[in-house]
């Protein structure tokens, strides 16, 4: 199982981005996939998930404002991320749970200036 996040940069608040994570080893459809993130001196906090059956849901402090979503030709899952706040600069991770273990990828970097 592996998982490659990709997308994260610089962008100035309001504005937006979109992480994307690909996948090899597992079906995304056939697991429930995640985006976690972690501000520079915080803990890790989970941002979204979407289940195996297409179920999803964020964290409150970016609802109406990031989706994720999945592709099934593709493997991959995303993150769509709009009305970028200060608060959300983290290093931004994408994982899923395969027989019940969760993995991770390496994380991108998000920066939101203001």
């Known amino acids: 199982v592996q998982l490659q996040a990709s997308g994260g940069g610089l962008v100035q608040t309001g504005g937006f981005l979109r992480l994307s994570c690909a996948a090899s080893?597992?079906?995304?459809?056939?697991?429930?996939t995640r985006w976690y993130r972690q501000a520079p001196g915080k803990q890790r906090e989970w941002v979204a998930m979407i289940t195996i059956g297409g179920f999803t849901n964020v964290v409150d402090s970016v609802k109406g404002r990031f989706t994720i979503s999945r592709d099934n030709a593709k493997n991959t899952m995303s993150l769509q991320m709009n009305s970028l706040k200060p608060e959300d600069t983290a290093v931004y991770y994408c994982?899923?749970?395969?027989?019940?273990?969760?993995?991770w990828g390496h994380g991108t970097l998000v920066t939101v200036s203001s």
């Open positions: 994982a899923a749970v395969v027989r019940s273990a969760e993995y």
């Open positions: 080893g597992f079906v995304v459809t056939a697991n429930t």
